[in-house]
């Protein structure tokens, strides 16, 4: 059973970075054929994808974060990251992590998500 | 980009049949997946592809589409089906990004 799960801080002061990471267990990381992804919601709000990054290495980011976004993977400790620049108080979400899959080239869903973690941005 | 459009809420009686919709360009050319999610936890896969339940969302959960429409339909509602509701797609502007839909809270009468 793969499991996900979030770390890092929960609260973060304005114009700094934004650092989240993610260990993936119970399935390795660089198996292909996943996309391994950020989403985050605003309290009482919907959800956002971030981006995710592919088990080659490529990425995609939300056209509305691209500019403040990186998310990098370590295969060696089986985990992924988040960093978000230059955060305001329109940051504050919780982050959840979550592993895409795709069948053919129509079927994309999220199956495995981490629990999530909420993280602040105030001075 | 795409955007998928939810009603923001839809109540069901007890055991009655409800249909949740999401309507998007993008679904014309991808699959909804649909997530449940209850206050406090994450969301939960509960449908993706043509109508494909993972492992342990009952089988009175279904999902269908016709042109820009995806529906999640429950079948005989129960009490624990009451959370929010989200669809997702991939964006069909071809570049490789994934959208959600606002959400439908559900509510079970």
């Known amino acids: 059973q793969v499991q996900l799960q979030e770390s890092g801080p929960g609260l973060v002061k304005p114009s700094q970075t934004l650092s989240l990471t993610c260990t993936v267990s119970?399935?390795?990381?660089?198996?292909?054929?996943?996309?391994w992804s950020w989403i985050r919601q605003h309290p009482g709000k919907g959800l956002e994808w971030i981006g995710y990054?592919?088990?080659?290495?490529?990425?995609y980011y939300n056209p509305s974060l691209k500019s403040r976004v990186t998310i990098s993977v370590d295969t060696s400790k089986n985990q992924f990251s988040l960093k978000l620049s230059s955060v305001t108080a329109a940051d504050t979400a919780v982050y959840y992590c979550?592993?895409?899959?795709?069948?053919?080239?129509?079927?994309?869903?999220?199956?495995?998500w981490g629990q999530g973690t909420l993280v602040t941005v105030s001075s | 980009s795409s955007e998928l459009t939810q009603d923001p809420a839809v109540s069901v009686a007890l055991g009655q049949t409800v249909r949740i919709t999401c309507q998007g360009d993008?679904?014309?050319?991808?699959?909804a997946s649909w997530y449940q999610q209850k206050p406090g936890q994450a969301p939960v896969l509960v449908i993706y592809?043509?109508?494909n339940r993972p492992s342990g969302i009952p089988d009175r959960f279904s999902g269908s589409s016709s042109g820009n429409t995806a529906s999640l339909t429950i079948t005989g509602a129960q009490a624990e089906d009451e959370a929010d509701y989200y669809c997702?797609?991939?964006?069909?502007?071809?570049?490789?990004?994934?959208?959600f839909g606002g959400g439908t809270k559900l509510t079970v009468l």
């Open positions: 979550a592993r895409g899959s795709v069948v053919v080239t129509a079927i994309y869903y999220f199956d495995y």
């Open positions: 119970g399935g390795s990381i660089s198996s292909g054929g996943y996309y």
């Open positions: 990054i592919y088990y080659s290495g490529s990425t």
């Open positions: 993008s679904l014309r050319s991808y699959y």
């Open positions: 592809g043509k109508n």
């Open positions: 997702n797609s991939r964006d069909s502007s071809g570049n490789h990004l994934q959208v």
